[in-house]
Nanobody, 115 residues
Framework: QVQLVQTGGGLVQAGGSLRLSCVASGRSFSSWAMNWYRRTQTKDREFVGGMTWSGGINYADSVKGRFTISRDNGGNTIALQMNNLNPEDTAVYYC?????????WGQGTQVTVSS
């Protein structure tokens, strides 16, 4: 059973920064592709970015240049550094991994950006 536990998030003013972390259970974390999604008032599950097991990264156009994904395989952790936040980034953020046909999600973390 895979568990994803998220920390971070909160309330920040526009232009500010926040960092989210996601710690995964499981012995094969280093071989997993990990993703970040978010749920806004208008989009149920929007892809934010993802990192392959080999370190390849892609981002949604809306966050390119502002968000950075990193991972620490020793700590089974993936992080999302969010800079220059704007109110449109307000959402519940989820980390995700897809394994053997199953989708696993973190519990979700609220990020609120005030104008």
């Amino acid at each position: 059973q895979v568990q994803l536990v998220q920390t971070g998030g909160g309330l920040v003013q526009a232009g500010g920064s926040l960092r989210l972390s996601c710690v995964a259970s499981g012995r094969s974390f280093s071989s997993w592709a990990m993703n970040w999604y978010r749920r806004t008032q208008t989009k149920d599950r929007e892809f934010v970015g993802g990192m392959t097991w080999s370190g390849g990264i892609n981002y949604a156009d809306s966050v390119k240049g502002r968000f950075t994904i990193s991972r620490d395989n020793g700590g089974n952790t993936i992080a999302l550094q969010m800079n220059n936040l704007n109110p449109e980034d307000t959402a519940v953020y989820y980390c995700n991994v897809n394994l053997e046909g199953r989708r696993y999600w973190g519990q979700g973390t609220q990020v609120t950006v005030s104008s």
